[in-house]
């Protein structure tokens, strides 16, 4: 519309004082676990795709910082990287999970990254996107299936193991506590509703013990009568009287 305007189709431009529409949105899907666990079966260990998904689960890293972590990156204490926001940049130390140590371990040493195309060089941001994404679509994941889901998978994998909104916000560089205490509140209902459903059986679904293993056989002897056979006695004769 402002083209229209300086071009003299329009005298003014309504879009202006338009109010902005509001989205709402779930954002990029978080991987399942059933996801992780067909996407590890289709990719095999060794393969440039199996340590790329590696990379980005044990990391939470975004996928620009993490086509670029290599051994360059790493320290005594974890890798130590610079990952940039919006604010600013944030410098993380991530700890190297046993998992991830194994994965890398044959990475050559002077290469630019663990995440490298067939030629030896760093991928771009975009095409690794692609990459995975197709990976995924071939192993099966529903559609939309992303590498930012995989950095929400390593959120929700840390809130389920029990880790605070600031330890999981340590790992991923999360500025915004708001998203990452919705991991937090997911995981912690799962948990209470074990807890609440136990309490529950515990306390009213009690369990009857075991019958013997004669009661109710058919070749059980009838019981035996307590009393002889009554006897009729007229109103004027005593019932309490023994019967002649």
Known sequence: MDYAVSAGLRSDNPVVVAKRVKLKTKGHRTWTEEDITKFRKQHKVGTPLRLAFEVLLHTGLRRSDAVRLGWQHFTKDGFAISTKKSQGHVELCIPVHADLAR????????????????????RSEKAFSSWISEAAGDAGLPEGSSPHGVRKAACRRLAEAG????EIMSITGHTDIREIERYCREAAKKKLAVAAMAKLQNGFDKKLPNPSDKLGKSADKSLKSLSGKAVWRSRQDSNLQPAE
Do not use: V
Request: glycine fraction near 8%; proline fraction near 8%; charge should be neutral.
């Open 103 to 122: 994965y890398i371990a044959d990475c050559p040493k002077d290469g630019p990254a663990f995440i490298a195309t067939m030629y030896g060089r760093a």
């Open 163 to 166: 880790c605070s909104a600031l």
